[in-house]
């Protein structure tokens, strides 16, 4: 999932000290309203900064090596900020459900370290060159080396949750990781057919994207029967929803808008939700897109009167209501937990995968 702006470094753990368990009102009056979303993030962060300060702490010493370039290339990423979801995910559920802590903050390192193992290859494979607002790690350093510390961080997350004793974390990690390797695989495959279809298109995400996401709402498989089911379909529905709002901003008429650069997806012949949509309700699109599309994917130079047919076509908006949709079923999964302000925040963060793009 490429992310589409950078925070400074620690972004999520720099909330003040922590009430443990402030009035759920509270949290749900700061989750309503578009211009509302970074107060839900800090608000979300702040029940649980104490142990997001751990995740921090576990990050760095889980890149210490005494081979001078595998510290230095992980921090190029970890240290460049970033959302910090997953582990925040993984500890809300945690306290929302009564699962082991520890635990939780060990799923959450290591699904921050799978993830950001998925961003060195990811970007080595696309040819990727800018990462987080700054260079990507193979511009600086070279594929080889990157390709690498991308390994050595799945090394490290595997060590991080073996470390738990608990087999049903590492045996749900190793599965959750071959669903991710199985989407990314898929994607590429796919990737320079203007004949994708939606379904494809949710299996890739829901693989590559949802699958880590859905790991760390389970608590690593921590939760008992009952939560376990509603909490898979929670994360399952916020990464399809957060990655729908990523592609969404991949098709913004202007990267001001985006606050990145668009057209992207194009370039790399990946057909996203917003412009399967709209070739759905413009068979002349598709017909566009097909004559426009090569192995590699469509010329940079085409990609803005194709966007520009996407949004007149009603994909980006048709996209909208779906990741709308899927915030709702994640929603719906959540009821399955006691009320409290945690579960409250993870409302919130369900509610941020698509805010961002309304």
């Given at each position: 999932m490429r992310e589409t702006a950078p925070a400074p470094q620690g972004a999520l753990t720099r909330a003040a000290a922590p009430s443990r368990e402030p009035a759920a009102s509270v949290v749900r009056e700061a989750t309503t309203g578009v211009d509302q979303a970074a107060n839900m993030v800090d608000l979300a962060v702040s029940l649980v900064a104490d142990e997001m300060r751990q995740v921090e702490q576990q990050l760095t010493e889980a890149m210490e090596s005494p081979v001078g370039p595998i510290p230095q290339v992980g921090s190029h990423l970890l240290a460049a900020g970033g959302k910090r979801l997953r582990p925040l995910l993984a500890v809300l559920a945690a306290r929302a459900a009564n699962a082991p802590i520890e635990a939780a903050i060990a799923v959450g390192c290591a699904a921050e370290l799978i993830h950001t193992a998925t961003l060195f290859h990811d970007d080595v494979v696309d040819d990727g060159r800018v990462r987080r607002g700054r260079p990507a790690a193979r511009m600086v350093y070279g594929n080889g080396?990157?390709?690498?510390?991308?390994?050595?961080?799945?090394?490290?997350?595997?060590?991080?949750?073996?470390?738990?004793?608990?087999?049903?974390?590492?045996?749900?990690?190793?599965?959750?990781?071959?669903?991710?390797?199985?989407?990314?695989?898929?994607?590429?495959?796919?990737?320079?057919?203007?004949?994708?279809?939606?379904?494809?298109?949710?299996?890739?995400?829901?693989?590559?994207?949802?699958?880590?996401?859905?790991?760390?709402?389970?608590?690593?498989?921590?939760?008992?029967?009952?939560?376990?089911?509603?909490?898979?379909?929670?994360?399952?529905?916020?990464?399809?929803?957060?990655?729908?709002?990523?592609?969404?901003l991949d098709c913004a008429v202007d990267e001001a808008t985006a606050g990145k650069s668009v057209g992207h997806d194009l370039v790399e012949g990946k057909m996203t939700l917003p412009v399967l949509l709209a070739c759905d309700c413009d068979p002349s699109?598709?017909?566009?897109?097909?004559?426009?599309?090569?192995?590699?994917?469509?010329?940079?130079?085409?990609?803005?009167?194709?966007?520009?047919?996407?949004?007149?076509?009603?994909?980006?908006?048709?996209?909208?209501?779906?990741?709308?949709?899927?915030?709702?079923?994640?929603?719906?999964?959540?009821?399955?937990?006691?009320?409290?302000?945690?579960?409250?925040?993870?409302?919130a963060l369900a509610r941020l995968s698509v805010e961002r793009v309304v």
């Open positions: 080396i990157v390709v690498l510390v991308g390994d050595f961080c799945l090394a490290r997350a595997l060590a991080i949750v073996a470390g738990t004793g608990q087999l049903p974390v590492i045996q749900s990690m190793a599965a959750a990781v071959t669903e991710m390797a199985e989407g990314e695989v898929a994607q590429l495959e796919r990737a320079g057919n203007a004949d994708a279809t939606i379904s494809a298109y949710y299996d890739v995400i829901d693989r590559k994207t949802a699958s880590l996401i859905a790991w760390c709402s389970r608590v690593g498989n921590l939760l008992p029967s009952g939560q376990h089911e509603a909490m898979d379909r929670y994360g399952r529905a916020v990464g399809r929803a957060f990655q729908i709002a990523d592609d969404i699109l598709l017909a566009q897109i097909r004559g426009s599309m090569t192995e590699h994917g469509v010329p940079a130079e085409a990609t803005t009167e194709i966007l520009r047919r996407v949004h007149e076509a009603g994909g980006v908006e048709a996209a909208r209501q779906a990741a709308q949709k899927l915030v709702k079923e994640a929603l719906a999964a959540l009821q399955i937990l006691p009320e409290s302000a945690y579960r409250d925040a993870l409302g």
